[in-house]
């Protein structure tokens, strides 16, 4: 048996070899579909993408008949360059280049000569391609917006690279694919899934019909539609508000951490990343490196979040118990925290919790900071539970949301101090700044939103997420969980009644709306810019934070104006406007509407390095395209305990 075994199993080996290599060459044809083989054309159904509405129902995004020129290079015979090129207005040097990188990717298989042709450049060379054998023509779908706004919730639709086509084997060359935004987040439910259809050539290149009497082909599914948590409404008045400024507004519903508003300023008119003028378009937005209309500062731009968070000192105080509702700290515009070093403040006398937040006190929000610091032994561990404190509130980290790009923030740990201070030697008094939301803490808008919106739910948040409802399918499910913070819920109700009263009596009076209790918090944040060298003062950030109403909250957001003075002064505005959009649907503070749309920084930006000639896009989402001069001039952030507001 022994001496029959090792030919039994050679022998079994070889069969089973010889029937796969029969079925792959006989009876499986699907390899010879997926090589370049000369005798099978293959041919793309491109489906539709599917549309995208907003959380009412409202059309955002749809789709518009676009068609491709192809080539296969070896296909090429007797063409008139001439003739072809004054048909498609190209020159003979873009032509030679086109049929040089087709032939690089593959001089058999079908690749992109020219991308996007609309109804009447196609009908055009419609008549003619019979002449030019070698060209055939695909038709695509291209995206039609119905708004003027949204584009970088939107992203937009590119054509594929060759690294791409490595990596993934479902696009070739010429296909499209989403990029930022909800294009990229939720390509595979937009795309959907072409179809493919495979026909037979005699020896003369001639097609004679369906290989395998169409046995291969498949019809294409066209892509799912989507409906978005965003208010179309209260997203198109956030960019008119925003027009002639610069930074972020993000709104969020904070019992679903449903995306209410994304704003980001500047902006531009997602419609001229459609067609062929879009490559031009884009290097134009991505070259302006000043306004940076590509760079989301909803989500991206990281910022010192200033007196906001000092809702999050208060707060850590009650928890740790270094404080409660009556104590009280004395104010003398301000308070000695060491030899030398004086925080100034704006307020004087006597502050407890409730008036500390509706006056913005920083004397007791710094004394507040230090006993929490000064409860343990040590600086290292004391910094550590406070810093846990605040990464309870979703900051510090990505939030988790849908869209494709985000920033950390930062809230410093005993590890930031001891690089910052190998040898040691730091306590409260070293790092008090970040008592009022300066020192090394940093925030992006949507953490402030979301921030707010803890602090309405009186303790607990709901990741944010910009996707509602996807016809055919179901939303990620961690949308639904809820995040609890580390405060007890009973200490969110003294700090909502100060917040509340910041619009009764404290910084933000002068911005109630009649009828709506709002719950706010004013921010400012000085900034610093070299210019030729020279460390320059710039005008401070405007931030607000607020949500309403005060009972049953529907919206919870946040204001941050690059260079716009005094929380109060732009941020605040833009906070009760957009607020009382979104619940009322009309707006009664016509006066703050007047100032604030009549209000440009325009002149404030160009002292950054020439915004006047460098900015591609920056009044209205509307405006054409101007050339960009590029600078290398960057603002940075520096940060100043001296005045908070």
């Known amino acids: 048996m022994r001496k029959l075994l090792l030919p039994s199993l050679i022998i079994i080996a070889a069969s089973l070899l010889l029937i796969r290599i029969f079925y792959l060459q006989v009876v499986d044809d699907t390899f010879k579909l ?84 609309n109804k009447s450049e196609f009908a055009a060379f419609q008549e003619k391609i019979r002449k030019f054998e070698g060209f055939y023509f695909q038709k695509r779908s291209l995206r039609d917006y119905e708004v003027d706004f949204g584009a970088n919730v939107f992203g937009f639709i590119t054509q594929v690279n ?25 390509e595979e439910i937009l795309r959907g899934i072409k179809g493919v259809k495979y026909i037979q050539k005699d020896k003369y290149n001639r097609e004679i019909g369906s290989y395998k009497e169409g046995k291969y082909d498949t019809i294409a599914v066209q892509g799912e539609d989507i409906n978005l948590t965003l208010d179309a409404e209260l997203q198109r008045y956030g960019e008119q508000l925003m027009i002639n400024k610069r930074g972020g507004i993000v709104a969020i519903e904070p019992r679903t951490g449903e995306i209410l508003a994304l704003v980001t300023a500047p902006s531009y008119d997602p419609s001229i990343l459609v067609g062929r003028q879009r490559s031009k378009n884009y290097t134009l937005l991505y070259r302006d490196s000043i306004a940076k209309p590509l760079y989301d500062r909803g989500l991206l731009a990281e910022y010192p979040p200033g007196s906001p968070f000092k809702i999050l000192t208060g707060l850590i105080g009650l928890q740790e118990g270094v404080v409660d509702e009556q104590t009280t700290f004395m104010c003398h515009h301000g308070f000695s925290y060491a030899r030398g070093r004086f925080m100034k403040c704006h307020g004087f006398g006597p502050h407890t919790l409730h008036n500390g937040i509706y006056n913005s006190c920083n004397t007791y929000f710094a004394q507040v900071y230090m006993r929490t ?96 409802k996807i016809k055919g399918g179901k939303i990620d499910p961690k949308f639904t969980v809820k995040h609890e913070t580390t405060i007890d819920k009973k200490y969110f109700k003294p700090m909502i009644s100060g917040l509340f009263d910041v619009y009764n009596f404290g910084t933000a009076s002068a911005l109630r709306v009649e009828g709506i209790d709002i719950c706010g918090k004013t921010g400012t944040a000085e900034n610093f810019a070299k210019i030729n060298g020279v460390r320059t003062k710039l005008e401070d950030h405007s931030i607000f934070v ?93 940060i100043d305990t001296t005045k908070e507001n």
């Open 373 to 468: 610091i000064n409860k343990y032994s040590k600086p290292g561990y004391a910094v550590d539970v406070w810093s846990n404190h605040v990464k309870s509130f979703g900051l510090g980290d990505f939030m988790g949301y849908d869209l494709p790009t985000g920033k950390r923030g930062n809230v410093p740990s005993s590890k930031t101090y001891k690089k910052i201070y190998p040898n040691g030697g730091w306590r409260s008094t070293t790092i008090v700044s970040n008592a009022i939301g300066q020192g090394e803490v940093l925030m992006t808008p949507i953490q402030l939103a979301n921030m707010m919106a803890t602090v309405a739910n009186q303790g607990y948040y709901y990741t944010p997420h910009i996707i509602k």
């Open 546 to 638: 607020a949500f309403a109403p005060k009972d049953n909250p529907k919206i919870a957001i946040a204001i941050l104006v690059e260079n716009g003075g005094y929380g109060a002064t732009i941020a605040g505005p833009i906070a009760s406007l957009m607020i009382e959009k979104y619940l009322r649907k009309k707006i009664t503070r016509t006066d703050l509407e007047k100032r604030i749309l009549e209000r440009s920084l325009r002149d404030r930006y160009a002292k950054l390095g020439g915004m006047k000639e460098a900015s591609a896009i920056e009044t209205t989402p509307k405006d054409t395209i101007k050339k960009t001069t590029p600078t290398k001039l960057r603002t940075s952030t520096v």
């Open 162 to 186: 060759d690294k791409l086509i490595a990596k993934n084997p479902y696009y070739n060359s010429g296909d499209l694919i989403g990029r930022q935004g909800v294009e990229e987040s939720y």
């Open 34 to 117: 997926k090589s370049e083989n000369n005798a099978i054309k293959v041919q793309y159904d491109y489906p539709e993408r599917g549309y995208i509405y907003d959380r009412n129902g409202k059309l955002l995004v749809a789709n518009q008949a676009s068609y491709d020129i192809m080539v296969i290079p070896k296909d090429l015979k007797n063409i008139d360059t001439l003739e072809f090129c004054q048909l498609l207005n190209i020159t003979k040097e873009d032509y030679i280049k086109k049929i040089a990188k087709a032939k690089v990717y593959s001089p058999r298989l079908p690749s992109v000569f020219l991308p996007q042709l």
